[in-house]
């Protein structure tokens, strides 16, 4: 099995910044591209940011200069910094990575969820 563990949501006020981690574990023997979603009340689930096995990263519009993308391959994990946050940024947060398990099937795995509310 393979598992994706998210944290750093939590309350912040306009402007300010909050930090996501997403750390993989279980049977891996690598992870491509990694990507950050969300989704707000009644709305559809949008990718917020990607980034490659090789570090490219792309950004959804909303969220260029503001938000980074970053991962940490020895580790697993990968990160987004959002700065500048909006209430518009409110939303859960999801993690999806593809992984190639050690068994050599490909597996597309989304984390729990957490959540960033932006206050006014």
């Known amino acids: ?19 996501l981690s997403c750390a993989a574990s279980g049977s891996i023997f ?5 990507g950050w979603y969300r989704q707000a009340p009644g709305k559809q689930r949008e990718l917020v940011a990607a980034i490659s096995s ?33 209430p518009e940024d409110t939303a859960v947060y999801y993690c999806n990575a593809g992984v190639v398990r050690t068994n050599w099937r490909y597996l597309e795995v989304w984390g729990q969820g957490t959540l960033v509310t932006v206050s006014s």
């Open 54 to 86: 090789g570090g490219s990263a792309n950004y959804t519009d909303s969220v260029k200069g503001r938000f980074t993308i970053s991962r940490d391959n020895a580790k697993n994990t990968v990160y987004l910094q959002m700065n500048s946050l909006k």
């Open 30 to 34: 690598r992870i491509n591209a990694m």
């Open 1 to 19: 099995q393979v598992q994706l563990v998210e944290s750093g949501g939590g309350l912040v006020q306009a402007g300010g910044s909050l930090r």
